[in-house]
T-cell receptor, first 117, second 112 residues
């Protein structure tokens, strides 16, 4: 069966420090991968998505970046964190056949809670 | 563009009360519709889905019917439990789409 992992689970970082969040998926090949941010008490904001290795689409211009160095690994990074980067970061995957006639639901990881101080 | 609008929360109910969370959408073509649930401190998980008009999705006592004529997908449950306390997201996926569009979420509190 497929599983999705995110780490770390929680993180407290000072303003101006770098960030690296990791997401990995097991049990599937060539998934579509997504990064979302959820501010406290708010909805989901799509940050990046990827349909293949090295292919990244950015939804929101900001000081975050994403990379996909391996098929089932998705990394969210920042060189200098801002206070407004605090939130709950969620990674999700969809079978690689997404975009075709079958409507697949998204499978979410457990999330990383980031607090920027 | 595609969009989802759901009722603002929080919604507070007593145990065994009837639940309705309204969701309406705007989309071109015939999207698929979903309800996701997020328990405190966790990621989202699929609750139910419907892929064509008049389909009824159901799971764990929750139901929602895809109404093309009213562009709605309201979530209902006949008798809520304290364990149903969570945030509920209505979502839409357009035909052939890569990105799911989520509503803002509705927080439900159920009191014993």
């Amino acid at each position: 069966s497929q599983t999705i992992h995110q780490w770390p689970a929680t993180l407290v970082q000072p303003v101006g420090s770098p960030l690296s969040l990791e997401c990995t998926v097991e049990g599937t090949s060539n998934p579509n991968l997504y990064w979302y941010r959820q501010a406290a008490g708010r909805g989901l904001q799509l940050l990046f998505y990827s349909v293949g290795i090295g292919q990244i689409s950015s939804e929101v211009p900001q000081n975050l970046s994403a990379s996909r160095p391996q098929d089932r690994q998705f990394i969210l990074s920042s060189k200098k964190l801002l206070l407004s980067d605090s939130g709950f970061y969620l990674c999700a995957w969809v079978p690689g056949l997404a975009g075709g006639p079958v409507p697949y639901e998204q499978y979410f990881g457990p999330g990383t809670r980031l607090t920027v101080t | 563009g595609n969009s989802v609008t759901q009722m603002e929360g929080p919604v507070t109910l007593s145990e065994e009360a009837f639940l309705t969370i309204n969701c309406t959408y705007t989309a071109t073509g015939y999207p698929s519709l979903f309800w996701y649930v997020q328990y405190p401190g966790e990621g989202l998980q699929l609750l139910l889905k419907a892929t064509k008009a008049d389909d009824k999705g159901s799971n764990k006592g929750f139901e929602a019917t895809y109404r093309k004529e009213t562009t709605s997908f309201h979530l209902e449950k006949g008798s809520v439990q304290v364990s149903d306390s969570a945030v509920y997201f209505c979502a839409l996926l357009g035909p052939g789409g890569f990105k799911t569009i989520f509503g803002a979420g509705t927080r439900l509190f159920v009191k014993a």
